[in-house]
Protein backbone atom coordinates (compact mmCIF):
# COMPACT_ATOMS: atom_id res chain seq x y z
CA UNK A 1 0.00 0.00 0.00
CA UNK A 2 1.13 3.16 -0.76
CA UNK A 3 2.00 5.51 2.03
CA UNK A 4 -0.45 8.59 2.67
CA UNK A 5 1.34 11.60 3.55
CA UNK A 6 -0.66 14.94 5.53
CA UNK A 7 -0.50 16.96 2.35
CA UNK A 8 -2.72 14.70 0.53
CA UNK A 9 -5.53 15.03 2.89
CA UNK A 10 -7.07 18.23 1.71
CA UNK A 11 -9.34 20.12 4.53
CA UNK A 12 -10.51 22.49 2.31
CA UNK A 13 -12.43 20.25 -0.33
CA UNK A 14 -15.96 18.22 0.70
CA UNK A 15 -14.78 14.47 1.35
CA UNK A 16 -18.20 12.58 1.50
CA UNK A 17 -16.12 9.42 3.61
CA UNK A 18 -15.94 12.25 6.53
CA UNK A 19 -18.98 14.26 6.11
CA UNK A 20 -20.62 10.20 6.80
CA UNK A 21 -18.22 10.40 9.78
CA UNK A 22 -19.27 13.51 10.81
CA UNK A 23 -23.26 12.09 10.47
CA UNK A 24 -22.45 8.73 12.13
CA UNK A 25 -21.07 10.65 14.86
CA UNK A 26 -17.31 10.56 14.60
CA UNK A 27 -14.58 12.66 15.51
CA UNK A 28 -12.29 12.33 12.03
CA UNK A 29 -13.63 15.27 9.63
CA UNK A 30 -13.03 19.09 8.72
CA UNK A 31 -15.30 22.21 9.27
CA UNK A 32 -15.80 21.82 5.48
CA UNK A 33 -17.04 18.41 5.78
CA UNK A 34 -18.96 19.92 8.94
CA UNK A 35 -20.75 22.50 6.47
CA UNK A 36 -21.80 20.25 3.95
CA UNK A 37 -23.54 18.23 6.03
CA UNK A 38 -24.91 20.43 8.29
CA UNK A 39 -26.38 21.77 4.79
CA UNK A 40 -27.55 18.21 3.62
CA UNK A 41 -29.41 17.81 7.10
CA UNK A 42 -31.04 21.14 6.88
CA UNK A 43 -32.97 19.69 3.24
CA UNK A 44 -33.03 16.52 5.02
CA UNK A 45 -32.81 16.56 8.80
CA UNK A 46 -33.80 12.62 9.12
CA UNK A 47 -29.85 12.08 7.85
CA UNK A 48 -28.41 11.40 10.82
CA UNK A 49 -30.23 8.53 11.33
CA UNK A 50 -29.87 7.51 8.16
CA UNK A 51 -26.27 7.44 8.37
CA UNK A 52 -26.72 5.21 11.34
CA UNK A 53 -29.21 2.59 10.22
CA UNK A 54 -26.96 2.46 7.18
CA UNK A 55 -24.58 1.21 9.44
CA UNK A 56 -27.12 -0.96 11.53
CA UNK A 57 -28.07 -2.66 8.04
CA UNK A 58 -23.81 -3.40 7.35
CA UNK A 59 -23.57 -5.57 10.42
CA UNK A 60 -26.57 -6.91 10.41
CA UNK A 61 -26.05 -8.47 6.34
CA UNK A 62 -22.67 -9.03 7.42
CA UNK A 63 -23.90 -11.45 10.20
CA UNK A 64 -26.25 -12.72 7.57
CA UNK A 65 -23.36 -13.87 5.47
CA UNK A 66 -20.49 -15.15 7.48
CA UNK A 67 -23.43 -16.82 10.18
CA UNK A 68 -25.75 -18.15 7.65
CA UNK A 69 -24.71 -17.95 3.94
CA UNK A 70 -21.13 -19.36 5.15
CA UNK A 71 -19.23 -16.19 3.52
CA UNK A 72 -15.53 -16.02 4.40
CA UNK A 73 -14.52 -13.42 1.49
CA UNK A 74 -15.36 -9.82 1.83
CA UNK A 75 -15.00 -6.70 -0.64
CA UNK A 76 -16.15 -4.08 1.12
CA UNK A 77 -16.14 -1.67 -1.80
CA UNK A 78 -16.69 2.29 -0.76
CA UNK A 79 -15.74 1.55 3.10
CA UNK A 80 -15.28 5.18 4.79
CA UNK A 81 -13.36 5.75 7.68
CA UNK A 82 -13.27 3.10 10.59
CA UNK A 83 -15.97 3.37 12.93
CA UNK A 84 -17.29 0.39 15.32
CA UNK A 85 -18.48 -2.12 13.27
CA UNK A 86 -16.31 -2.62 10.63
CA UNK A 87 -16.45 -4.98 8.11
CA UNK A 88 -14.04 -7.39 9.72
CA UNK A 89 -14.71 -6.66 13.15
CA UNK A 90 -18.80 -8.19 12.33
CA UNK A 91 -17.29 -10.71 9.97
CA UNK A 92 -14.85 -12.40 12.22
CA UNK A 93 -16.47 -12.13 15.78
CA UNK A 94 -18.80 -14.70 13.56
CA UNK A 95 -15.95 -16.74 11.35
CA UNK A 96 -12.30 -15.89 12.70
CA UNK A 97 -10.57 -17.00 9.59
CA UNK A 98 -12.93 -14.28 8.08
CA UNK A 99 -10.89 -12.32 5.30
CA UNK A 100 -11.68 -8.72 4.17
CA UNK A 101 -10.55 -6.21 1.34
CA UNK A 102 -11.68 -2.32 1.89
CA UNK A 103 -11.59 -0.19 -1.11
CA UNK A 104 -11.78 3.63 -1.05
CA UNK A 105 -9.89 6.41 -2.63
CA UNK A 106 -10.04 9.08 0.32
CA UNK A 107 -5.93 9.77 1.31
CA UNK A 108 -7.78 10.05 4.86
CA UNK A 109 -9.17 6.65 4.62
CA UNK A 110 -6.01 5.32 3.43
CA UNK A 111 -4.18 6.90 6.07
CA UNK A 112 -6.05 5.27 8.54
CA UNK A 113 -6.17 1.74 6.67
CA UNK A 114 -2.40 1.78 6.94
CA UNK A 115 -2.06 2.79 10.93
CA UNK A 116 -4.87 0.19 12.00
CA UNK A 117 -5.95 -2.56 9.29
CA UNK A 118 -2.95 -3.77 7.75
CA UNK A 119 -2.00 -7.10 6.90
CA UNK A 120 -3.03 -10.60 7.38
CA UNK A 121 -6.70 -11.25 6.71
CA UNK A 122 -7.29 -7.19 6.52
CA UNK A 123 -6.04 -5.06 3.55
CA UNK A 124 -7.21 -1.52 1.62
CA UNK A 125 -6.88 -0.97 -2.07
CA UNK A 126 -6.74 2.57 -3.08
CA UNK A 127 -9.66 2.54 -6.15
CA UNK A 128 -12.86 3.53 -6.86
CA UNK A 129 -16.18 1.23 -7.91
CA UNK A 130 -15.99 3.51 -11.00
CA UNK A 131 -13.15 1.43 -11.94
CA UNK A 132 -13.64 -2.04 -11.41
CA UNK A 133 -10.97 -3.61 -13.56
CA UNK A 134 -8.24 -1.79 -11.27
CA UNK A 135 -9.83 -3.33 -8.07
CA UNK A 136 -9.51 -6.47 -9.41
CA UNK A 137 -6.34 -6.76 -10.38
CA UNK A 138 -4.88 -5.13 -7.36
CA UNK A 139 -1.97 -6.89 -6.00
CA UNK A 140 -3.85 -6.63 -2.38
CA UNK A 141 -7.08 -8.42 -3.54
CA UNK A 142 -5.29 -11.09 -5.12
CA UNK A 143 -3.07 -11.54 -2.36
CA UNK A 144 -5.66 -11.96 0.44
CA UNK A 145 -8.85 -13.08 -1.65
CA UNK A 146 -9.44 -16.47 -3.82
CA UNK A 147 -12.04 -15.31 -6.24
CA UNK A 148 -12.57 -19.12 -6.94
CA UNK A 149 -14.50 -19.19 -3.56
CA UNK A 150 -17.70 -17.38 -2.93
CA UNK A 151 -17.06 -13.75 -1.63
CA UNK A 152 -19.58 -10.97 -0.31
CA UNK A 153 -19.85 -7.87 -2.43
CA UNK A 154 -20.87 -4.47 -0.46
CA UNK A 155 -21.38 -1.60 -1.86
CA UNK A 156 -23.12 0.52 1.59
CA UNK A 157 -23.63 4.21 0.94
CA UNK A 158 -22.07 4.45 -2.42
CA UNK A 159 -24.32 3.98 -4.86
CA UNK A 160 -25.99 7.54 -4.97
CA UNK A 161 -22.71 8.74 -5.72
CA UNK A 162 -22.78 7.85 -9.03
CA UNK A 163 -25.00 9.92 -10.88
CA UNK A 164 -25.21 7.83 -13.97
CA UNK A 165 -26.94 3.89 -14.09
CA UNK A 166 -25.40 2.48 -16.76
CA UNK A 167 -21.80 3.55 -14.90
CA UNK A 168 -22.95 1.86 -12.10
CA UNK A 169 -24.84 -0.98 -13.30
CA UNK A 170 -21.81 -1.60 -15.61
CA UNK A 171 -19.32 -1.99 -12.14
CA UNK A 172 -21.49 -4.26 -10.83
CA UNK A 173 -21.66 -6.44 -13.34
CA UNK A 174 -17.94 -6.41 -13.67
CA UNK A 175 -17.44 -7.26 -10.09
CA UNK A 176 -20.66 -10.04 -10.18
CA UNK A 177 -18.89 -11.35 -13.49
CA UNK A 178 -15.27 -11.98 -11.57
CA UNK A 179 -17.21 -13.69 -8.51
CA UNK A 180 -18.25 -17.61 -7.90
CA UNK A 181 -21.83 -19.23 -7.93
CA UNK A 182 -22.61 -18.51 -4.37
CA UNK A 183 -21.22 -14.77 -3.96
CA UNK A 184 -23.46 -12.63 -2.38
CA UNK A 185 -24.46 -8.49 -3.26
CA UNK A 186 -25.48 -6.60 0.02
CA UNK A 187 -26.16 -2.77 -1.19
CA UNK A 188 -28.07 0.21 -0.21
CA UNK A 189 -28.97 3.42 -1.56
CA UNK A 190 -30.33 6.85 -0.97
CA UNK A 191 -34.30 7.22 -2.03
CA UNK A 192 -37.03 9.65 -2.23
CA UNK A 193 -39.39 7.69 -2.07
CA UNK A 194 -39.81 7.58 1.27
CA UNK A 195 -40.53 11.41 2.07
CA UNK A 196 -43.30 13.44 1.57
CA UNK A 197 -43.39 15.64 -1.89
CA UNK A 198 -42.11 18.91 -0.26
CA UNK A 199 -38.92 17.08 1.32
CA UNK A 200 -38.14 15.44 -2.11
CA UNK A 201 -38.68 19.30 -3.88
CA UNK A 202 -36.00 20.40 -1.55
CA UNK A 203 -33.78 17.29 -2.50
CA UNK A 204 -34.05 18.01 -6.05
CA UNK A 205 -33.02 21.57 -5.34
CA UNK A 206 -30.37 21.34 -3.46
CA UNK A 207 -28.73 18.89 -6.08
CA UNK A 208 -29.81 21.20 -8.80
CA UNK A 209 -27.79 24.06 -7.27
CA UNK A 210 -24.81 22.09 -6.27
CA UNK A 211 -25.19 21.22 -2.49
CA UNK A 212 -25.84 17.81 -2.54
CA UNK A 213 -23.79 15.65 -4.94
CA UNK A 214 -26.04 12.85 -4.34
CA UNK A 215 -28.01 10.93 -6.74
CA UNK A 216 -31.16 8.55 -4.93
CA UNK A 217 -33.00 5.94 -6.55
CA UNK A 218 -36.06 4.95 -6.75
CA UNK A 219 -36.95 1.18 -5.92
CA UNK A 220 -37.23 -0.09 -9.61
CA UNK A 221 -33.90 2.04 -10.35
CA UNK A 222 -31.69 0.13 -7.20
CA UNK A 223 -33.38 -3.04 -8.05
CA UNK A 224 -32.04 -2.98 -11.68
CA UNK A 225 -28.63 -3.27 -9.73
CA UNK A 226 -29.89 -6.74 -8.08
CA UNK A 227 -30.68 -8.14 -11.87
CA UNK A 228 -29.97 -11.62 -11.92
CA UNK A 229 -28.99 -12.49 -8.64
CA UNK A 230 -31.23 -13.98 -6.30
CA UNK A 231 -32.97 -11.84 -3.62
CA UNK A 232 -32.15 -12.59 -0.15
CA UNK A 233 -35.58 -12.48 2.02
CA UNK A 234 -37.41 -9.96 2.59
CA UNK A 235 -35.80 -8.85 -0.22
CA UNK A 236 -35.80 -4.80 -1.64
CA UNK A 237 -36.82 -3.24 1.96
CA UNK A 238 -35.90 0.56 3.97
CA UNK A 239 -32.87 -0.34 5.69
CA UNK A 240 -34.19 -0.41 8.84
CA UNK A 241 -36.95 -3.22 7.75
CA UNK A 242 -34.45 -5.68 6.47
CA UNK A 243 -34.08 -8.17 9.29
CA UNK A 244 -34.31 -6.09 11.69
CA UNK A 245 -33.06 -6.62 15.55
CA UNK A 246 -35.00 -4.71 17.51
CA UNK A 247 -38.74 -3.15 17.83
CA UNK A 248 -38.05 0.09 18.48
CA UNK A 249 -36.62 0.71 14.99
CA UNK A 250 -36.79 4.10 13.09
CA UNK A 251 -39.73 4.22 10.00
CA UNK A 252 -38.79 4.14 6.46
CA UNK A 253 -39.09 8.10 6.34
CA UNK A 254 -36.56 8.77 8.70
CA UNK A 255 -33.59 6.70 6.73
CA UNK A 256 -35.00 7.29 3.48
CA UNK A 257 -32.62 4.72 2.11
CA UNK A 258 -33.41 0.97 0.81
CA UNK A 259 -31.27 -2.15 1.19
CA UNK A 260 -30.98 -5.31 0.02
CA UNK A 261 -28.54 -8.47 -0.56
CA UNK A 262 -28.60 -11.11 -3.48
CA UNK A 263 -27.25 -14.18 -4.12
CA UNK A 264 -25.65 -15.53 -7.49
CA UNK A 265 -26.85 -18.38 -8.34
CA UNK A 266 -25.22 -21.20 -10.41
CA UNK A 267 -27.09 -20.68 -13.86
CA UNK A 268 -25.78 -16.22 -14.21
Known amino acids: MARVTSDQVDPHTVSPARRWNYWLGGKD ?3 VDRDSGDQIAAVYPAVWTAARQGRAFH ?17 DIGTGL ?4 NTHEVAQQVAPDAKVVYVDNDPMVLAHARALMV ?3 TTYVDADLRDPEKILRADELTATLD ?3 PVGILLINVLHFI ?3 EQARSAIGALLEAVVP ?21 ILAAQ ?6 LWPRDRAGFARFFDGLDLVEPGITAVCDWRPDREDRPQPIEVSSYGAVGRKPSHR
Do not use: C, K, M
Not at 188 to 194: K, P, S, Y
Not at 208 to 213: H, Q, T
Open 29 to 31: HYQ
Open 59 to 75: NRAVRYLAAEAGIRQFL
Open 82 to 85: PAPG
Open 119 to 121: GGT
Open 147 to 149: LSQ
Open 163 to 165: ADD
Open 182 to 202: GSHLVATVGTRDFVPPEVSAR
Open 208 to 213: DSGRAE
